[in-house]
């Protein structure tokens, strides 16, 4: 693997661990300053939307961290597959706490360039979450 994907791979591995420690500052640093996101939600742009939805889902799932199953890297992306997990206790898109504890997964492709991460893509479980929150069932044919 070449260095520049050695070094990206360790640039996301820190901004994950930023996240689950949230610690606001490592984030700020790791993130350009017109850094864009794409994925679950609307599109989020620069560092302080990225911190106020994360902020958000913190007041949701206070407890809510991730951890990391697999990371992929070449040139100047890192792809990250990860599960995440938290306690609903705050109010969800509409949904009134229900005080399960849920896990749901993504993956995440991040873009690095000079030694910062520019763009993040997202793809996430969400309907898998809303099963575990009890607002949807899942398929009759899926059903054990």
Do not use: C
């Amino acid at each position: 693997m070449s260095t520049t994907a050695e070094t990206n791979k360790n640039l996301v591995r820190r901004y994950l661990n930023a996240f689950n420690d949230r610690d606001r500052e490592a984030l700020s640093e790791l993130l350009a300053e017109d850094v864009v996101e794409h994925g679950i939600h609307e599109e989020l742009q620069g560092v302080d939307e990225i911190l106020e939805f994360l902020q958000a889902h913190f007041d949701v799932f206070p407890d809510y961290s991730g951890s990391t199953e697999a990371v992929v890297a070449e040139d100047d992306t890192v792809v990250v597959r990860y599960t995440v997990s938290g306690t609903h206790s705050g109010e969800y898109h509409d949904i009134e706490p229900t005080g399960h504890t849920v896990e749901w997964t993504g993956m995440a492709m991040y873009r690095i360039e000079d030694d910062r991460i520019t763009e993040i893509w997202l793809e996430e479980d969400r309907l898998g979450l809303l099963e575990r929150l009890e607002v949807v069932d899942p398929p009759a044919h899926l059903r054990i």
